[in-house]
């Protein structure tokens, strides 16, 4: 069955940096488009970021555009997103997620 499992999240100051990765299995990875999505306290899902299956395209929500860098490898089975300059407001639960299935999540929490 499809598994994603994200790691990478924590604590991290105003300005900091943090990678989240998140581990596929069950599927064909390099076939699919993947996204990173999030959720803040209080607040509904947001899309972050996405790819297209074979990470030569990647589009960006506005919030955090310049800012981070959604990356995939194939011949890994892995979804990155690299996150620089972090701010409080990105303090959320991160999820890997594909059309029909989301990890379990990490948490990034950033300190003013």
């Known amino acids: 069955q499809v598994q994603l499992v994200e790691s990478g999240g924590g604590l991290v100051q105003t300005g900091g940096s943090l990678r989240l990765s998140c581990a596929a299995s069950?599927?064909?990875?390099?076939?699919?488009?993947m996204s990173w999505v999030r959720q803040a306290p209080g607040k509904g899902l947001e899309w972050v970021s996405s790819i297209n299956s074979s990470g030569s395209s990647a589009s960006y929500a506005d919030s955090v555009k310049g800012r981070f860098t959604i990356s995939k490898d194939n011949a890994k089975n892995t979804l990155y997103l690299q996150m620089n300059s972090l701010k409080p407001e990105d303090t959320a639960v991160y999820y890997c997620a594909k059309p029909g299935a989301r990890g379990q999540g990490t948490q990034v929490t950033v300190s003013s």
């Open positions: 069950g599927f064909t990875f390099s076939s699919s488009r």
